[in-house]
């Protein structure tokens, strides 16, 4: 009962502002309605979900974002997580500090900046032009290719350091004689990494690449602030397409709430895959 007393005010906590909100989210699906004049609708709303091609779009282009950009962050920051990790490298404390800088940084405010630095006049296209002699300006905001390649830019360079720290982490664990052994036994550096660094980190890799695909399927900040889902809707993500059913098109909050359990099933499918590719027993 001591036990019991002690955590009750949390459960009740995150019964009232997690489990609630989600029931009630999962209700309002089966409605359909202008504004707040709902009413029930069943199915109706799953079955224009798969029939809607915009949502299909946001859809597409989310999954482009996550199957390019996370496996690339993850790999770049276990690889920064290595070589900063190396006890001859000198000033790691500087470079571990302005590698994570990034993922503290405002969500607006670098989105905006990268907005900046893309344009057609902005820094990137000019130092481009007089480096690498490019006839003429990249439509980086502009060109459906060219935006989503902005985008996944952007993500990476904010969100790469956040993992690396947990990666980090993961190898100053790792027992320094297990290393010294493999070196006894003639394993290169190339073959410790692979046979002992990758398998020993598996459990954080995993963790790494399983928030950051729920990240990437919950994506808003940055399109809405760098191409606000343009060109057309080449880089709307499914978070946007929730937005402006909800607050720019005519209000739907029972479509957009289906929308949303979409991400849901989304991250849940995802996550199963990468536990069976993982070889987890647990997933």
């Known amino acids: 009962m001591i036990g019991w007393a002690f955590i009750s005010i949390a459960t009740l906590m995150i019964c009232l502002f997690y489990f609630y909100p989600m029931i009630q989210s999962l209700i309002l699906s089966f409605h359909s309605g202008t504004g707040v004049n709902?009413?029930?609708v069943g199915l109706d709303n799953y079955v224009r979900l798969v029939q809607d091609p915009v949502f299909l779009t946001t859809v597409k282009n989310t999954v482009i974002y996550l199957i390019i950009q996370v496996p690339i962050m993850i790999i770049l920051a276990l690889f920064l997580s290595v070589l900063l990790n190396n006890k001859t490298v000198k000033l790691k404390g500087f470079f571990r500090t302005a590698i994570?800088?990034?993922?503290?940084?405002?969500l607006v405010a670098y989105s905006v900046i990268f907005k900046y630095l893309f344009s057609q006049d902005g820094i990137i296209n000019i130092l481009l032009?007089?480096?690498v002699h490019i006839s003429e300006p990249i439509q980086w905001l502009t060109d459906p290719?060219?935006?989503?390649i902005t985008i996944i830019i952007a993500i990476t360079w904010r969100w790469t350091g956040y993992n690396m720290i947990f990666f980090l982490s993961g190898l100053q664990n790792i027992d320094e004689s297990i290393y010294e052994a493999a070196r006894i036994d003639g394993a290169s550096s190339i073959q410790q990494f692979f046979r002992i660094t990758i398998?020993?980190?598996k459990p954080i890799i995993l963790f790494t690449t399983i928030t950051s695909t729920i990240g990437t399927l919950q994506l808003f900040d940055e399109v809405m602030n760098i191409t606000k889902g343009g060109p057309g809707n080449a880089t709307m993500t499914i978070s946007q397409y929730i937005y402006n059913l909800s607050f720019k098109y005519t209000p739907d909050?029972?479509?957009a709430a289906t929308v949303s359990y979409a991400i849901v099933i989304l991250?849940?499918?995802?996550?199963?895959?990468?536990?069976?590719?993982?070889g987890d027993k647990n997933g």
């Open 199 to 201: 398998p020993m980190m």
């Open 145 to 148: 290719f060219w935006a989503k």
């Open 38 to 40: 709902l009413q029930f």
């Open 267 to 278: 991250i849940v499918f995802f996550s199963i895959i990468q536990f069976k590719v993982a």
């Open 253 to 255: 909050f029972g479509y």
């Open 129 to 131: 032009i007089k480096l």
């Open 100 to 106: 994570f800088l990034p993922c503290v940084t405002s």
